[in-house]
Nanobody
Framework: QVQLVESGGGLVQAGGSLRLSCAASGSIWRINDMGWYRQAPGKQRELVATISSDGTANYADSVKGRFTISRDNNKITAYLQMNSLKPEDTAVYYC???????????????WGQGTQVTVSS
């Protein structure tokens, strides 16, 4: 089994910063793309940022220049540094990863349980 555990969420004032972490554990041979998604109340889950195994990052337009995604392949952990936070960033943030559990196995997508980020105005 594979688990993704997010941490680092919380309450912050507008303009502040938070750093989210996503730690992967379990039977893992390789993790390809990792990403962060978010879901605000009454809205669909949306992409925030993704990062490939070689470190190539992509961002939603709404967070470009404010958020930075990174990963530590040795620790099998992804991070999301969030700066200049706005009230509209308030959401549950979910970690996502494409995992191969064996060298000859297929890739499967996993989700974390989510961590709440609340930005007050």
């Amino acid at each position: 089994q594979v688990q993704l555990v997010e941490s680092g969420g919380g309450l912050v004032q507008a303009g502040g910063s938070l750093r989210l972490s996503c730690a992967a554990s379990g039977s893992i041979w390789r993790i390809n793309d990792m990403g962060w998604y978010r879901q605000a109340p009454g809205k669909q889950r949306e992409l925030v940022a993704t990062i490939s195994s070689d470190g190539t990052a992509n961002y939603a337009d709404s967070v470009k220049g404010r958020f930075t995604i990174s990963r530590d392949n040795n620790k099998i952990t992804a991070y999301l540094q969030m700066n200049s936070l706005k009230p509209e960033d308030t959401a549950v943030y979910y970690c996502n990863a494409d995992v191969r559990r064996t060298w000859n196995g297929g890739e499967r997508n996993y989700w974390g349980q989510g961590t709440q980020v609340t930005v007050s105005s």
